[in-house]
């Protein structure tokens, strides 16, 4: 037989065996796979050709028999383009509409098709399982494996895909999707946050039309300066925080994404985010298989105050980094002293944290770095020996004399980044992210370290290792992020003879190896997520950190904002409130914001007057006795600073016996806030009785509020209780307890 007839033959056989089992899939029954949380369902349906459909999201259906009838109500036709709501949409094919799945194969063909294979569900426990659903190429034999990890009791799901590769050579991945859904509604609105520098996560509402929108980044590192990997999206009309179908969406990876949104001809609207194929084909070798990062939504029917709070209670129980432990407040001397101090400076810096009463003293950049100092953002990243002039004796004399003057001592890094003026980039400008042939192009004065370099990932683990070994009572990191990558080119890529088309990926992975090595050798240390302010959140990197900086911006009326939209997605637990001179507003509005999350300082405490500082002591006080209900209570948004002339939101304990309330005025319009309206205390138990106190007041001030009333669950639900603000009175913190 000769070579061709040999092929002839096989592919005679492959297509029969692929015939065959398109002829049982169809004379069988279709497949159901319900995929349910406590209160909602995800269906996943085969059709006569052994595809698989994603037929049905929202509320949970009480007879499961009925799952059986919901695709004939859909007036859907399927003879022309194809079929539009196929639950891992492959290229080349049958479909014409965005795909979640494009792959071009050894021998150059470019089309994939996909077909159930089977499914299985595994428990974890009581609370989590996953159904894994097999699909499988009939020719190609390339097989994608749908993975919907369920946590019940948080109607929470956590999907990714498996890609394997079954052919004798490599194959190339063009677009390769963490999910792919489809949902059938009268309209779909679309939040998505945008942003800059210091303007973290602004939100738009569009409404959704024809077409595809997309949400994306291709900045590499500091990847949501400008986009934020989340999004609510509202089914039928706008969703409120009370009422509403909405989902809330986020894409769990560190680096280019995109998300499309696609309404098509028979207004479904296909989401399918993932990882951005921007510059990023992939090659998957024989028998090799590719994790895509995970997609992580949750729905609710009951509006986007109670899809929060299941987001929150999943990541504290399952996803941030030690989610239900501790968290200490600090003070930073970042905007107190940039990088101007000297080791002396800051021991009495470190006399000033205990007199605040914070835990923990945060240095921040400018303390490394000798033959090209650090001394502005200029020089001297990735040379990360402390700085002999400023620190003679080293960050162990630090760490000691901070301990002597009774606070912990943490210390900020920027570990994948390197100033061209820097040791580092002398020896090594192989390491260094660029391209040879063109003029470097500079982010902040800097460049970023390739990490698909497993010598640069020793290198980054090393400058950890080295701090936190050498170090053992280091008890806090900062890793910055500063810089986007420019002129994306790896020199190791080229030397391994890889695609530089791997290196966005790569990079990723990359970070996450270092960051896997940091967390295996130092388990306990508390780490914050910073990247020029708020360019890397994301539940990937929030494994391995404890909180994150939400903003540059520490302006406590922008805060008011920018902490109201992190809101919908992250715990407060995890987001670094810090209370700084970046605006004049008064001490305490500024506290009274920083407490609705992680409070810290970054101030001159010697500059504070009298008053200043005994309210601050008082306030770390305050704060104490309130962070457990503040971190682990149930948030509750109760008016929004984009509907009303201030802003309310109560964080209530689970047994609703314990609740704080924070409000602020968001303007500085007298009309606007002399019109005083009740605000709705949902989240209450209506059969419960309330007394209401105000509390952490500046010295020397009064509350203008009734203590003396009693007042019922069932009033403060219905009718709303008014805190008195004014411009007198721009921030007020309410205690409710039960009586
Ligand atoms: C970034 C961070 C700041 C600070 C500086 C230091 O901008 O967001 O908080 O650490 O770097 O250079």
């Known amino acids: 037989m000769n070579l061709r007839s040999h092929s002839h033959s096989r592919l005679l056989l492959t297509l029969s065996v692929w015939l065959l089992a398109v002829l049982s899939l169809s004379a069988a029954a279709p497949v159901f796979i319900p995929v349910e949380t406590a209160h909602n369902a995800l269906l996943l349906q085969t059709d006569k050709d052994g595809r698989l459909l994603m037929t049905y999201f929202g509320t949970k259906l009480n007879h499961s028999a009925d799952y059986g009838q919901v695709s004939a109500q859909t007036n859907y036709h399927d003879s022309d383009t194809g079929f539009f709501n196929h ?53 190609y034999k390339t097989e994608v494996t749908l993975y919907f990890k369920i946590y019940a009791k948080e109607d929470v799901v956590e999907q990714w895909s498996v890609i394997r590769n079954n052919e004798k050579g490599t194959l190339t991945m063009g677009k390769y999707a963490s999910a792919n859904l489809t949902f059938t509604a009268k309209n779909y609105y679309l939040t998505h946050f945008h942003g800059a520098w210091a303007q ?3 939100p738009e509402q569009t409404l959704l039309t024809h077409g595809i929108k997309t949400i994306d980044s291709k900045l590499g590192t500091r990847a949501n300066l400008y986009e934020h990997p989340v999004f609510v999206l509202a089914f039928d009309k706008p969703a409120t925080e009370t009422e509403g179908k909405v989902m809330l969406g986020t894409l769990a990876w560190s680096g280019n994404f995109k998300m499309d949104f696609e309404v098509d001809a028979y207004h479904q609207l296909r989401v399918i985010p993932g990882i951005n194929p921007f510059q990023s084909e992939y090659p998957l070798a024989s028998g090799k298989e590719f994790k895509t990062p995970s997609f992580i939504y949750t729905f609710s029917d009951k509006g986007t105050g109670e899809a929060s709070r299941q987001l929150h209670r999943w990541a ?21 002293t940039y990088f101007n101090f000297d080791q002396e400076k800051l021991v009495k810096l470190f006399a000033d944290g205990k007199k605040l009463g914070v835990d923990l003293f945060l240095l921040d950049d400018g303390w490394f770095a000798n033959k090209y100092p650090r ?8 040379d990360w020996e402390p700085n002999a002039k400023k620190l003679p004796d080293g960050v162990s004399y630090l760490v000691k004399e901070a301990g002597k003057a009774g606070v912990k001592f943490g210390i900020w890094v920027e570990p994948e980044m390197v ?45 950890m290792d080295n701090l936190l070994g050498k170090n053992p009572e280091l008890s806090f990191i900062k890793w910055d ?50 990247s020029g302010g708020g360019g890397r959140v994301d539940y990937e990197a929030l494994k391995y950190f404890t909180e994150y900086w939400p903003s540059d911006n520490t302006d406590p009326l922008e805060r008011v904002y920018i902490q109201w939209n992190y809101s919908y997605f992250y715990p407060v637990i995890a987001s670094c409130n810090h209370i700084t001179d970046w605006s004049k507003v008064g001490l305490k509005y500024r506290t009274d914001v920083a407490m609705m999350g992680k409070m810290g300082y970054d101030i001159v ?15 770390l006080k305050v704060y104490d006795s309130l962070k457990e209900l503040v971190w682990r209570g149930d948030l509750y948004r109760l008016a929004s600073p984009y509907e009303n002339a201030y802003a309310s939101s109560m964080f209530v304990n689970d047994a609703k016996t314990k609740a704080v309330m924070f409000n602020y005025v968001v303007t500085n319009r007298f009309d606007a806030t002399y019109t005083p309206t009740p605000i709705r205390l949902t989240g209450l138990d209506a059969t419960k009785n309330y007394r209401i106190k105000e509390i952490n007041l500046y010295p020397g001030t009064s509350s203008s509020l009734n203590t003396s009333t009693v007042f019922s669950g069932d009033f403060l639900v219905k009718n709303g209780y008014n805190p008195d603000l004014s411009l007198q009175r721009t921030s007020v913190v309410l205690e409710i307890t039960a009586e």
């Open 375 to 382: 001394n502005d953002d200029k020089a001297g990243l990735g």
């Open 200 to 202: 973290e996560m602004k």
């Open 481 to 530: 992020c500063n810089s986007v990558i420019y002129n994306a080119q790896s020199a190791y890529l080229q030397k391994t003879k890889q695609k530089q088309s791997q290196l966005y990926v790569d990079y990723v992975r990359g970070l996450y190896k270092v960051l896997d090595r940091v967390r295996a050798a130092y388990p306990k240390v508390p780490m914050m997520l910073c």
């Open 605 to 619: 405490v010697s500059h504070l007057s009298e008053n200043d500082l005994k309210f601050s002591q008082q306030a």
């Open 87 to 139: 639950a891992y949409t492959p290229a080349g094919t049958w479909n014409l509409v965005e795909p979640a799945l494009s792959i071009t194969h050894a021998d150059g063909n470019v089309s994939t098709e996909l077909r159930y294979v089977s499914h299985t569900t595994e428990a974890t426990d009581a609370n989590v399982k996953t159904v894994s659903v097999l699909l499988s190429d009939p020719v």
């Open 419 to 463: 100033n061209p003026k820097s040791e580092l980039y002398e020896k090594h400008p192989d390491w260094v992210i660029r391209q040879t042939e063109r003029p470097e192009h500079y982010f902040r004065n800097q460049l970023v370290l390739d990490l698909t370099n497993p010598q640069v990932q020793d290198y980054v683990f090393g400058v």
């Open 316 to 336: 504290r129980d399952y996803r941030l980094y030690d989610g239900n432990g501790t968290r200490l407040t600090l003070l930073n001397n970042w905007e107190a």
